[in-house]
């Protein structure tokens, strides 16, 4: 998939000359261990320098289950969206490869979305509303089209006693919707809106 116009031999040795440099770059972060290549496999070792490295591993229930992880991220710095899954790979020619990266960027942008909904939700079940109104803007620039973050967002504003600050986030998402998708936001956002400012449900 990397190299679809070479031959398997020629497709190999470019496969050997990766990994050769994947392991020298690896070594000097002193994770000479890391990586492990066999006749048919190539893999990662699982170990504790890992998940300082991979922060994918983390959104890998195989690894962490998601409720400890949750617990974790709580007591620590928080989680934070580093862009897509291999952000700015590409390979000339190479179809296969792009179906496969496109549909597991999209399956880890899934896991990761749910994460940091969760973090957020229970940040606010423990009283943080700062943490979980930082955490929401984050999670509405990874997924603006999706309306249900822009609720959270809004209704953690007003908990917080921002309400100018919710208005303009449905503001922002009506005017969004409106250029780029010629639509509306959704009746239950709608809804929220005249809830928080006051007006009646027609």
Known sequence: MLWPNLDGAASRTNLRQVLSALQRAFTELGLSHLLRAEKNTIGLVPSDPCDQVFDIDLL????????????VLVQGPGWHHRGLFLEGVTVTDGSDFEDWLAFTRQHYQRRELRLMCRLRDRLRADGRHGDA????????KADGW?????????????EEGSRHEAMQVYTDLERALRRHLDCAPSAETRDLHRRLTGLPTP
Do not use: Q
Not at 133 to 140: A, E, Q, S
Not at 146 to 158: D, F, G, I, K, S
């Open 60 to 71: 890998d229930p195989l690894i962490v289950e998601e409720g400890d992880l949750i617990d």
């Open 133 to 140: 109104i930082d955490l929401g803007w984050r999670i509405v």
């Open 146 to 158: 999706n309306e249900a973050h822009h609720r959270a967002l809004m209704v953690l504003l007003a």
